[in-house]
């Protein structure tokens, strides 16, 4: 996975844009925030998500963070074998730890994703 | 106000754990991860940084006479090098802190919560009135660790010149380590064996590190929590307040109604004839872990609240302790707990969730 081609969002999830579907995952560095991963959920397919709103929950042993959709449209697949193997988020946080897929409608906006320069700032000025 | 830091305060730093408030200090949650530090505890050995606990000392003729007005436990019955779990409550039976007194031939000793040491030392000399009793507080001049474990007694073999082996559980030595005055404990809140160690703050490193090199994990408050609620301790702030009685907490047995007068008696007389919400285990279907403040249901009716949870690394399932009603206590009652909108089968159980093997 080439990561300067991804786009991102602030509360660190990565989007790789394909036409009119949006592939999500988190970041390695938010992987790297969640020690034990106990449970995850993960919307379903046909539901509609908005842009900055959360589908689903990472849960550890000692907190629960939501993740939220980079862009709005329609959850169009769902990486299931993570529920059983949250661990897999950590392990391989940009290949076989995706989250969803989501479909935009056309003309769905995607200006607000930052770059990955951008996104390494952003990281670099949290201190860290 | 800036928060307190332990004299092992750099010593956790330097070993990149991760640092929380808690209390009013400055402690480690964790240093390599919850579950791997969970499971050295209940496998092996693991050693906690615990100086933050108020460690207060009695002298004087009448310091039987204080701790019994503010103890609900029977301090009087105590012998000598014995260690009591108690609670001090206030006038209307709430709990202000839960504590451990010990009893040394020349004097007493208690541990108090790290949050309540300012509340309990103005407590206790509110209440000194005229008796003849010396109050000191050590908590910053001392450091406190507990090394817990089925390993840890046997790791800590030769460690003081006690051998903490010998000492019967919740019993404690006025003992030496390298030549330096300590005190070993048979005590814990891990629901392990292991000892409690207090020493002088110029000691503090040089102890930890003596313990770390015999194979004890260093273990971080968020062990510390899993490894208690298993074993269904309760926790200051959470499971006891002061608008929760210890008779409602399930905490009877630390309660000497018939000791003579102590603070908050006359209440808890009146109390236990009350119907009132009561602490129950609740085992809940599925991974996720309900939290402080989630609402406990039965059918379309809210019977209680969540004051801890967590998934149990030992246990290996979602579990809770919740205040409900009594006519929803009863082990083995179906329940729900509201996570986060979702509604979550729930059964009550018995307490304590895990209990070793002895």
Known sequence: MDLS???????????????????????????????????????????????????????????????????????????????????????????????????????????????????????????? | MANLRTPLYDWHVAKKAKMVEFGGWEMPVQYTGIIDEHNAVRTAAGLFDISHMGRLSFGGPDALSLIQRVFTNNAATMKDFQVRYGLICNERGGVRDDVLVYRWPYGWAMVVNASNRLKIVEWLNQHKANLNVQMQDQTLDSCMIAVQGPKALEICRGLTEADASQLKYYYAAPTRWKGKQCVVSRTGYTGEDGIEVMISKAAAVELWQDVVARGAKPCGLGARDTLRLEAAMPLYGHELTETIDPLQAGLAWAVKLDKGDFIGRAALEQLQKLPRPVRVGLELEGKRAAREGCGVWSGSREVGKVTSGSFGPTLQKSIAMAYVEPTSAAVGTRLEVDIRGDRMSATVVKLPFYERKK
């Open chain 1, 5 to 128: 081609k991804l786009k991102y969002s602030p509360t660190h999830e990565w989007a790789q844009l394909e036409g009119d579907t949006c592939t999500v995952g988190i970041t390695s560095f938010a992987a790297e925030q969640l020690q034990d991963i106990t449970y995850l959920k993960l919307p379903k397919v046909g539901d509609a998500v908005k842009q900055e709103g959360p589908f689903g929950e990472v849960e550890t042993v000692k907190a629960v963070s939501d993740i939220y959709a980079p862009v709005a449209g329609t959850i169009s697949a769902v990486n299931e074998k993570l529920v059983d193997d949250p661990e897999t988020i950590k392990n391989d946080p940009f290949g076989a730890g995706w989250l969803v897929k989501i479909r935009m409608q056309p003309g769905t906006s995607t200006a607000h994703l930052l770059s990955y320069e951008q996104y390494q700032k952003q990281i670099e000025s949290s201190g860290h």
